[in-house]
């Protein structure tokens, strides 16, 4: 991802940059659902989610579903159906002081956990403290030496040297954020996560997860829904393809909405398909999608499905 001034002035568009001082899942069914249907989206991914810790997340496979469950402090945020609005995600506004050596984040009001735990100042300081104390933390983090939360809705971190493009490393899904109540030591101190469920702030919650798939399905009580941005869709079924042609064949045969990890061979073959739209993902690999899909822009990026939707347009 590109860096610097003008590259977060793209990720921010629609967030308010501040200085801090002064928002039973059925059977799953392959089937594409129209604008409002709600319906569920099956993405074929070549191995499963064997980690939903956002932390400890190091496969596409594992991002891809944590993402859905885990929020990161910064996002910006789309609602379905061509919503041209962007709004900041758990992070209200933020802004850096003391040559981009400590960055201040004012935590959105109102939003609770999935657990129920409301999220503030607090919550954040305890995955703070968890970056800090962690080998795999300070690998993400190498830059952090403290965190504190001077008020309840304000966060601060401190960084050996400046930074300007801290916020981005705030956005990556492994800064997902996870209720305290989730940790083994709720201070966030060297804590590990030993319990999976209902322990993010998300659109979507796990349901069900084995070696075959990973399902995520709505989260009701999501703070963007009484804004509009989501979700469109009731399930996210992760489905696991090993092979990269049978996930080209199921995605041809509208079993699947996307097919991630498609080869060079793949993606050459995929692109002959009139109702099939490749897009560029890590590693040069590609990322197939069925045309219907609609709120996914980049096969790059880890996105949150809350944005996203399938039409009719396109779909067999």
Known sequence: MARGPLALSALLAG????????????????APAAPGDGGTFVWGVPQPAGEIDPLLATTRADRLVTRQIHEPLVATLAGPFGDARRLAGLAASFGASAGDTIWSFRVREGVRFQDGTPLNAGAVLANGRRWLTTPEGQRLLPNLFAV????????????????????FELSEPQTGIVSPRAFDVASGDGASVDRESRSGTGPFELRERSSAETLVARNVAWWGTE?????????????????????????GMGDLQAADALGPEQAREARQEPLIEVLPAPGGDSLGLERSVRGISSGREVPSMAGVWVTGIGSR
Do not use: K, M, W, Y
């Open 15 to 30: 967030l308010v940059l501040a200085g801090c001082g002064g928002d039973e899942p059925g059977a799953a069914s392959s």
């Open 148 to 167: 504190d939360a001077p008020r309840p809705d304000l966060v601060r971190f401190f960084l050996r040297s400046p930074d300007q493009d801290f916020p």
């Open 227 to 251: 804004r509009d941005l989501g979700p469109a869709l009731d399930q996210v079924h992760f489905r696991t393809v090993i092979d990269p042609d049978e996930r080209l064949a199921l995605l």
